[in-house]
Each structure stands twice: as structure tokens, then as C-alpha cells.
């Protein structure tokens, strides 16, 4: 022993290691959400046992497409994200006629499968109802129209028509 040892026996939660078990605990790891969506989340917790949970950050959100920023964006713990706010932290639409918004959520489990829910900006901004909450791992994705297109057509048209005249100018 050196000197800030004890020969003292050590006492874990009123009882010494030996009458403690002394090495006999057990660590058990569960997914709370796995469990609860499978049905299997009664789980006995003896007398006495110590139960941790780790704080998990929630997997982010994706925004693509006709957005200023598209990016990946972390999910808020302590608020609901719904479409528009997405949309608002990739710095909005990039084009003032966008109007189809998917919404491609993962589904439970290790599928692999998605559901794609489709939405209106434009009924977004007038009806709360059409302002999907989002979940973590949702990618919402700005599409083109034919109205982005047609825009798009115009501008490069203008742009070249521009650059064409300008040596006659």
C-alpha cells in the first residue's frame, strides 16, 4: 500500500465489495426506441441497480434542392422543426416560384424504405395543418416546376441575349 491507501475495507452503497457482489455487476445497453417499437420494453430492474441514460443527439435533418444553403442541419432537441423552418436554415428558396417540396422520411426499423410525402410551399405558408413537423433523418427536398424551369430558361435566354449585345452597344 502506498500512502493514500487504506487497509479499511471499501463500502459500496452501505456493504463492502465481498457482501456487494464485489465484481459481479453487469452492464446492460438498451435502445429505448427500438424497444418500445418492437413491443419488448418491459425490462426488470432489480432492487438497488443504478439506471443511466446518456443523452443522444438526435440524427440531423437534409435540406436539397432549390434552397440557398442546402446542407445537413442539426435537429433541435427541445422544439419542433417543421418545413418552412427547414427551408428557413438553408437560407430559403432559391427561386421565388418554387412551390413542390418532398418530404422523404425514413420508416422505422433497418428497412431501408422511405415514404415520400409531398407538399405545397405555397399551402405551407397559408394552412399551419400543411406545415409538416419533421422527424430526425427527414430529407426535404425544394423541387423543380415547370414554373422554376420556364424562369430558369428566361434568365439564361436574357443572360445570353445581354451578352450578345453588348459588343454591338
Known amino acids: 500500500l502506498d500512502e493514500n491507501q487504506s487497509s479499511a475495507p471499501v463500502r459500496v452503497a452501505g456493504y463492502s465489495v465481498p457482501e456487494a457482489g464485489g465484481n459481479n455487476f453487469h452492464t446492460v445497453k438498451i435502445n429505448l426506441v427500438r424497444a418500445t417499437e418492437s413491443g419488448s420494453a418491459a425490462h426488470h430492474v432489480p432492487d438497488g441497480a443504478t439506471v443511466m441514460i446518456e443523452k443522444r443527439d438526435p440524427e440531423p435533418i437534409h435540406v436539397m434542392g432549390l434552397v440557398k444553403k442546402p446542407n445537413r442541419y442539426d435537429f433541435p432537441n427541445a422544439r419542433d422543426v417543421r418545413v418552412l423552418d427547414a427551408i ?12 413542390k417540396i418532398y418530404v422523404i422520411r425514413p420508416l422505422p426499423g433497418d428497412s431501408g424504405q422511405t415514404a415520400v410525402i409531398q407538399l405545397s410551399l405555397s399551402d405551407a405558408k397559408a394552412d399551419a ?19 422554376t424551369i420556364v424562369l430558369e430558361a428566361i434568365k439564361i435566354i436574357r443572360f445570353g441575349l445581354g451578352a450578345s449585345l453588348t459588343p454591338l452597344l
Open 88 to 99: 428557413a436554415m438553408a437560407g430559403g428558396v432559391a427561386s421565388g416560384v418554387a412551390d
Open 129 to 147: 395543418k400543411q406545415n409538416l413537423r419533421l422527424q430526425p433523418r427527414d430529407t426535404i427536398s425544394v423541387e423543380h416546376t415547370p414554373a
